[in-house]
């Protein structure tokens, strides 16, 4: 991800709402709601990319990537 998005996402540094949304997600995991949470970031990673660059499919093939990791490794059902 370039530094630019990055800095877009929900959850970087003391961006406001930042603690929030990382405490949201945070509790998602904690209930065991693995695939909601993969979902919150996976919307916000396309968020931030549509801002910072005008694609909103720009990272399509890495998150395609962690999904496949993610079901593989029996993570994500």
């Known amino acids: 991800m370039t530094r630019g998005d990055h800095?877009?996402?929900s959850s970087h540094g003391s961006r406001s709402g930042s603690a929030a949304y990382r405490s949201h997600i945070e509790d998602l995991l904690n209930?065991?709601?693995?695939?909601?949470?993969?979902?919150?970031?996976?919307?916000?990673?396309r968020r931030a990319?549509?801002?910072g660059s005008?694609?909103?499919r720009k990272y399509n093939s890495a998150l395609k990537e962690m999904l496949e990791?993610?079901?593989r490794t029996d993570f994500l059902e």
């Not at 209930?31 to 990673?45: N, S």
């Open 7 to 9: 800095l877009l996402t």
């Open 31 to 45: 209930q065991g709601k693995v695939r909601e949470a993969m979902a919150t970031e996976i919307r916000d990673v």
């Open 49 to 51: 990319a549509l801002e």
């Open 54 to 56: 005008g694609d909103l």
């Open 69 to 71: 990791y993610a079901r």
